[in-house]
């Protein structure tokens, strides 16, 4: 059943869309981050990640999955929470695709964030899934 749930093309290609916002965002704070301060790409991508899981969350909760779950502030305040645990799965992934491709093979930053992320995207796509609007249930 859950498998099955996973398998719905038109709430992946939603999922996929979404995470392309997200993925501007964060690539656009990153960049600001690394070349306007005296952040890292490590410790920018923090930031960054965070920035881009609002947005991705708020578009996720309203489109993707917005017939799923249940109404209400509390609600929605423990998917956004389950979210972010969630996506941390994903996020370590990405971030350390981007130290190590950054710092042990000279990969520019920002390609290293989009391998990274797009490593991470199938973390992500499964674990919000299954865990944070629990397709399967419904």
């Not at 971030?95 to 991470?120: D, E, K, P, R, S």
Request: hydrophobic residues 55%; aromatic residues 16%.
């Amino acid at each position: 059943m859950r498998l099955r749930a996973l398998r719905s093309r038109s709430r992946f290609t939603q999922f996929a869309g979404v995470g392309l916002v997200g993925a501007t965002v964060d690539n656009v704070v990153l960049f600001a981050l690394v070349e306007l301060t005296v952040l890292g790409p490590v410790m920018a991508k923090v930031i960054s990640w965070e920035l881009a899981i609002m947005v991705i969350f708020a578009i996720n909760e309203r489109w993707t999955f917005s017939s799923y779950g249940e109404m209400g502030v509390r609600p929605l305040g423990r998917r956004f929470l389950r979210s972010n645990a969630v996506r941390f799965a994903g996020f370590l992934v990405t971030l350390t695709v981007l130290a190590i491709l950054y710092y042990q093979f000279g990969v520019w930053y920002m390609a290293a964030n989009v391998i990274g992320m797009g490593v991470g995207f199938f973390v992500n796509y499964t674990c919000e899934s299954l865990y944070t609007w629990e397709v399967h249930q419904g």
